[in-house]
């Protein structure tokens, strides 16, 4: 939206100018982002209370969770606000891609608002029925899989990138839409399943969405993506904004959300976002970087069927609790010690996801 209008300034002022580089606005996006949210957040908050909108605690799990029941849940509401704002100001309007990530986040957090209400009315942890969730998901992934399967220019965009891997580059066709759906709803879930510490899913969120717009910016850069041998996307530098927005809007829910949390962002938030990361890494073609960088979301994931396919198959568990996480606090780890720890991890794959730029 600021982009027209500061393209109508110029002929004024040439210096308006500035504001077509899709770097300051990714900036301007992150910190109009940060800003809403850090603004938006403590009236947020008393609202929440206000309603009683409180968390409800399982009590088969870490006792010290217990302490936790009646914090303010679905803050998430307040990332999508500030995403959505930010990313409506800053971006260019016209670019598909932009608005195929922000309303593919926005369903998802439609599921996961509606998750959170049954939740909190019916006082227990269940919200809605597992298969409905999943239904719903499904419509919305394979839905947004068919139209970016459509609005695929060329036959790049719906080829499955290797990383590391110089010129390996596998013709997907129709199995795309296959791929970009378990992309988008198994991001979904995986943010979804790590979500049980204070600030646990948030910042890997924010570091795995800043990594996911350095890749925007050099996939949608001809220059850049030449130098590093990587395909060129045209328009997919405008996503760089959604991932900063993501970032600002992450790291100002953070300011509430880090331990002890005053909010937790609900299933509103993290279905939101793991889709959000999903059809990024789908948009500029890195799925298997996703993979790599959001490798705490992947393991939580997997701690998950494990633990259930050992216990069907055998009636004993793997873990002495899954996710991961709550393996980890029964094994005596303080809840900000398996917090920090998870955050160094990501850190570490981040910056390897990162390395796939130029080892090739």
């Not at 110029?10 to 900036?27: C, E, K, P």
């Not at 880090?258 to 937790?264: G, I, L, M, R, S």
């Not at 029964?330 to 991890?345: T, Y």
């Amino acid at each position: 939206m600021l982009l027209i209008f500061t393209e109508y300034l110029q002929q004024y002022h040439s210096g308006f100018h500035v504001f077509q580089y899709l770097t300051l606005r990714a900036i301007l996006g992150t910190i109009t982002a940060l800003m809403l949210s850090l603004l938006i957040g403590p009236a947020m908050i008393r609202k929440l209370v206000s309603y009683k909108i409180g968390q409800t605690v399982r009590d088969d799990g870490p006792k010290s969770h217990l302490s936790k029941a009646g914090t303010p849940t679905m803050g998430g509401a307040l990332i999508l606000v500030s995403v959505a704002i930010s990313t409506i100001l800053w971006s260019d309007l016209a670019s598909e891609k932009v608005w195929m990530a922000l309303i593919v986040t926005l369903l998802f957090g439609l599921i996961g608002g509606i998750d959170d209400y049954k939740k909190l009315v019916y006082g227990n942890s269940k919200g809605l029925a597992a298969r409905v969730k999943y239904f719903w998901q499904t419509v919305f992934g394979l839905t947004a899989a068919i139209v970016m399967y459509r609005m695929a220019e060329t036959p790049i965009e719906t080829t499955l990138i290797v990383p590391f891997v110089k010129d390996v580059m596998v013709p997907l066709g129709g199995w795309f839409v296959v791929l970009s759906y378990f992309v988008i709803v198994g991001s979904s879930n995986a943010v979804n399943l790590t979500d049980g510490l204070d600030g646990l899913a948030i910042m890997p969120t924010v570091m795995v969405a800043g990594a996911l717009g350095v890749f925007a910016y050099v996939t949608g850069h001809s220059g850049f993506a030449n130098y590093l041998g990587i395909p060129y996307i045209s328009g997919a530098g405008e996503l760089m904004i959604f991932c900063g927005s993501l970032v600002g809007a992450g790291l100002g829910f953070l300011w509430f959300n880090t331990y002890p949390a005053q909010v937790f962002m609900g299933d509103v938030g993290a279905l939101a976002l793991g889709a959000a990361l999903g059809v990024i890494a789908v948009l500029i073609r890195q799925e298997l970087v996703l993979v790599i960088m959001g490798g705490v979301f992947v393991m939580e994931t997997v701690s998950v069927i494990m633990q259930v396919a050992s216990f069907k198959l055998t009636g004993r568990r793997i873990f002495r609790m899954a996710p991961l996480h709550h393996h980890f606090e029964l094994k005596g780890w303080p809840e900000p010690r398996v917090i920090v720890r998870f955050w160094i991890i990501t850190v570490i794959l981040v910056l390897v996801g990162l390395a796939s730029l130029k080892v090739r």
